[in-house]
């Protein structure tokens, strides 16, 4: 069986010597390079497996070196070294590509730690690749749900930082599913196999904050009868999600902040320090630099957490999405409650559409819910929807206005309907597949309209609409 092969590059021989020894050791073979353009030819020349690179180089640094093997070679997973003090240099660093960093001198467990996840990364990235495109083409992504530019972008994002082991920041309005995003960077992670566990940081008192976090030994306390793990000892080999970060007291802030440097801990009551391999991620709904200037959060943790940041987009920003994930919750909740609903109206879309959902995608999985038990039937009609949504006007769905020309409180359902069709006709050029797209509706269903208003004289010859 060949070893994986590893070439190291750093310009003090000691370390060629000592590190190589030790890297042979542990099962790899390992060829060197003392300088940024040697370790570029050779990776040319014999494509490693893994390479281990010091950032302070001379002839090309450390990010020069990333930048031309990232672009020669992507497959080549890349572990960054940095001197102490140097961290935001090795950020920049996996975000450039490097799947993560250790601070010199070496600590040899931890670099074994991180060389078996890198290898595992490479084994699996060609399957899950394939997965999520086929994924992709049917509007999910992980535990996401979308297929709008904005659902687009973030998808994106995810796929770059989800395999490495960056710190990720998600923000985002409450109910736009910041937990879904977290949890989908760590199914897609070498971290996968290994426990997510997600911590309400608004939800712990700050006086049960360290033995909720870092666990308790018996006799730690009254009450304290036998040993217990804390949540970031549980999420050990796998991904702690902070979620509501910005609720965190500052006297908890500093106590975190220790093991976000460290990766060590001690359990309350304990002695021993305790070694933890954690992903974190964090969310908030807040302004966080807003918060720092005010007092309430530590810019040495922000600067911490905020290696990569993600934002969760708002339902009313990608309005084109609501069909699909409206179908889904429908779906769900039919089979949850035993129901036979297979359908939703045309009208009660439309109305869904027009909604601004200040909660989001929770907002509408609620929405739908309540629509799946109160429906009697096959379909959900705007009857079903609460009464704030069945009432709502639908006069600038998809179109650039707002209120319906003429008299928009006396129009008929039919009327705003008619209007809603022909100013997303209009916004689209007269594409009648992207129309019925934006509609929410088949072109089926869109071409029967537009002939009955023709037939009843409601169509301008030359008009968008008019075009057949």
Known sequence: ????????????????????????????????????????????????????????????DGLQVLAAVKESAPDVEVIVFTAQGTVETAVAAIKAGAFDYLEKPINTQRLGILLDQAMVRRGYRKELGRLRSTLKEMGRFGHLFGRSEPMEQLYALIEQVADTNATVLVTGESGTGKELVARTIHDMSSRRNAPFVAVNCSAIMSTLWESEMFGYEKGAFTGAIRQHAGYIEQASGGTLFLDELGEMSLETQVKFLRVLETRMLKRVGGAAEISVDIRVVAATNRNLEQAIAEGKFRDDLYYRINVFTLNAPPLRERRVDVPLLADGFMRHYAQTYGKEVREISEDAMTRMKAHDWPGNVRELRNV??????????????????????????????????????????????????RMLIFRTLDKVGGNKTQAARLLGISLKTLHNKLARYREEGLLEPGSEQAKA
Do not use: F
């Open 368 to 417: 739908l819910e309540r629509a799946v038990i109160v429906c009697g039937g096959n379909v959900i009609e705007r009857r079903h929807l609460p009464p704030h949504l069945a009432a709502a006007s639908v006069a600038g769905v998809g179109a650039p206005g707002g209120a319906a020309e003429g008299r928009p409180e006396a129009a008929t359902i039919g009327e705003m309907e």
């Open 1 to 60: 069986m060949s070893k994986h092969h590893i070439l190291l590059v750093d310009d003090d021989p000691n370390i060629l010597t000592t590190l190589g020894m030790r890297l042979d050791a542990m099962g790899y073979r390992v060829t060197t390079a003392a300088d940024g353009e040697g370790a570029v030819l050779q990776v040319e020349r014999e494509a490693p497996d893994l390479m281990l690179l010091d950032l302070r180089l001379p002839k090309l």
